[in-house]
Each structure stands twice: as C-alpha cells, then as structure tokens.
C-alpha cells in the first residue's frame, strides 16, 4: 500500500474512533471544548506517531531476533506509557492550562486502546519503519479529526435546546454515532477508486 493509501485509510476507511470504535473515552470526556480537543488530538497524534515506530523498531531489533514476541503486548504497553510521561510533562511545562483542561484524559492516553491498536496493526501488516510511522501518524489524524468534529458540534448543542433526558454525554453518543454513519461512506472501494 502506499503512504498515500496508509493516509487515507487510517484517516478515514478506518478511523479508530468512528469505524472501530477505538479511543472513545477522551473522545467523549474531552470533546466538550474546542481547545481541550485540539490539545489531545494533537497529543494523541504525536503519541501514536512515536508508538508506532517505536514499537515497531522494538518488535523487529529486539523481540523477533530473540524469539520473544510474545512479550509483545507487555513491552507496547511500557513503550506507550512512557511516551506518554513524556507527552505529559512536556505539555505541563507549555501550556499549564491545558493541562489542567485535559485533567485525567492526558493520562489515559496510555490505555487508550486505539494507541496499542495501531501498534499492533502496523506490526501484523508487515509495515516497514516509515510505514508505521506514517500508518500512526495517519490514525492519530484520524482522532484529531473526529475530536475536534465532535467538539465543534458539541459546542453548537450547548446553545440549542436538548431535551433534558438526552442532555449531556446522551446526545454526545447519539451525535458520535450519525458521525460514524457518515464515516461509513469512506470505504475500501472510495480508496481503490482513488488511489488506483
């Protein structure tokens, strides 16, 4: 597959949030403001970036070599958790306010399933280095994308009139799902059409 087609995919055909369903709890805690979303979709992206071809570089030097990948998941997951220490304290040190307003969502960047999910992906695809880097990159601009979607709606909903029973997180699911309907219409045969 090429870059352009790794892009694509990632970004829309196979958005973690609205086609698997991967990353919904910051995409739901942290898409009620605009900054908030943007912050985290950009700290997602660099994280899923770095995870990517990192792990990727652990999987192939290390644990292939040594026939121990089924330390894989384990050793993702340290990867990813240090990643994010580091994503933390650098986003502390910057902007001190968003920090504050990603609060415990900041942290659940390393349990976020979509992070480990384009790990694993981009190993089990056969991906090369710039391959996974690009396929982490193109996942976490796919979160960036539909957080910053949902806040932009959300923000909209907080002036409209919303039955009260729906209020709140209720009508944020509603609205992510007519948002996954539309992410339906990007599919395999849009990229086969586009790309060749």
Known sequence: MTYIGILI???FVNNFILTQFLGLCPFIGVSKNMESAVGMGFA???VMAIASLTTWAIFNFILVPLNIEFLQTITFILVIASLVQLVEMVIQKIS???YKALGIYLPLITTNCAVMG???ISVRSGYNALESFVAGFAAGLGFLLAIVLMST???KLDLEWVPKPIRGVP???ITGGLMALAFMAFDKALLNNLLG
């Open 9 to 11: 995919t990632y970004i």
């Open 44 to 46: 997602v992206t660099f």
């Open 96 to 98: 001190p306010s968003l």
């Open 118 to 120: 384009i790990a694993i």
């Open 153 to 155: 709606i959300r923000e």
């Open 171 to 173: 009508i944020a699911f």
